[in-house]
T-cell receptor, first 111, second 112 residues
Framework: EAQVTQNPRYLITVTGKKLTVTCSQN?????MSWYRQDPGLGLRQIYY???????DKGDVPEGYKVSRKEKRNFPLILESPSPNQTSLYFC??????????FGPGTRLTVL | DAKTTQPPSMDCAEGRAANLPCNHSTISGNEYVYWYRQIHSQGPQYIIHGLKNNETNEMASLIITEDRKSSTLILPHATLRDTAVYYC?????????????FGKGTSLLVTP
């Protein structure tokens, strides 16, 4: 089944403790992206990647890192999480010039 | 800022057609109109997209005006499972990436 998977789905952590949210797609898509969704602010893009080893900042990249060493994986790294990074995170993928497929979301709480 | 304007909420009776409007008066020639929906904190789901012509698929129809400044998403026979937030997005692939600006969307409530 074609899908985008994210892990973990739910995470509660404390300020400053490094964490990684994984994203994987099995559709051989070139493009992958991370969004965060907050009440009243909608979905905002954090980082995106047009292909392996090619990443770029979205609208709200501060406090996040990403890597794209393999085509299928696009992990989101929070080196030192803070409470303002409490949010619902979505990973998405697409073949270039086509629609985006979203993962199920990761709900992160930073205490 | 979102490049589209949608009503914040709409109601529709089950079994009736739901017509969701969207204004995108500043759309440029290479931008497509996309519609996604999000059911209660799940990942957004692609519905349909178009450039100039009207489009139809198994989920919905998309009607784009001739001047491309507005469009309407039509769910021909709404069901309770269509209750969701519907996002109208204009986008094009560019050197700066393929970000989807979701805006606030329209919250559609389908009632029995």
């Amino acid at each position: 089944e074609a899908q985008v998977t994210q892990n973990p789905r739910y995470l509660i952590t404390v300020t400053g403790k490094k964490l990684t949210v994984t994203c994987s797609q099995n559709m051989n898509h070139e493009y992958m992206s991370w969004y965060r969704q907050d009440p009243g602010l909608g979905l905002r893009q954090i980082y995106y990647s047009m292909n392996v080893e090619v990443t770029d900042k979205g609208d709200v990249p501060e406090g996040y890192k990403v890597s794209r060493k393999e085509k299928r994986n696009f992990p989101l790294i929070l080196e030192s999480p803070s409470p303002n990074q409490t949010s619902l995170y979505f990973c998405a993928s697409s073949p270039l010039t086509d629609t985006q497929y979203f993962g199920p979301g990761t709900r992160l709480t930073v205490l | 800022d979102a490049k589209t304007t949608q009503p914040p909420s709409m109601d529709c009776a089950e079994g009736r057609a739901a017509n969701l409007p969207c204004n995108h008066s500043t759309i440029s020639g290479n931008e497509y109109v996309y519609w996604y929906r999000q059911i209660h904190s799940q990942g957004p789901q692609y519905i349909i997209h178009g450039l100039k012509n009207n489009e139809t698929n198994e989920m919905a129809s998309l009607i784009i005006t001739e001047d491309r400044k507005s469009s309407t998403l039509i769910l021909p026979h709404a069901t309770l499972r269509d209750t969701a937030v519907y996002y109208c997005i204009v986008s094009s692939l560019s050197n700066s990436g393929y970000a989807l600006n979701f805006g606030k969307g329209t919250s559609l409530l389908v009632t029995p």
